[in-house]
């Protein structure tokens, strides 16, 4: 997720390992040079990045390994439907080019 503004770029990264985490939890969180370097290596790895700027904000406030408080599952839940159609998406491209 990321939060673009007039002085400073914000992004925070999540990790969920769904067998053995209930939630996910902040893996990298930074803002100016630090949050584009999270943004450059979420593009150089294909990660789907969002934004949304209510929810970084509240993600900034938690500690790197913190999981994610309650209030922000619906938004989180919203996310990772978009990085599962999105990587599906990505998978019914790349089996049409092998045709």
């Keep these: 997720m990321s939060k673009t503004s007039n002085r400073h770029t ?24 630090l949050a584009d370097e999270i943004l450059r290596i979420a593009k150089e790895n294909n990660i789907p990045i969002r ?9 900034s406030l938690l500690d790197i390994g913190e999981s994610i408080p309650s209030q922000t599952h619906t938004a989180i ?19 049409l080019g092998d045709k």
Excluded: C, M, R
């Design 10 to 33: 914000q992004a925070i990264a999540l990790q969920w390992t769904p067998l053995q985490e209930a939630v996910p939890k902040v893996k990298a969180s930074g803002t100016g040079a």
């Design 51 to 59: 934004e949304d700027k209510d929810l970084v904000q509240i993600l």
């Design 77 to 95: 839940a919203e996310i990772l439907a978009f990085i599962y159609w999105s990587n599906q998406q990505y998978e019914e491209i790349i089996n």
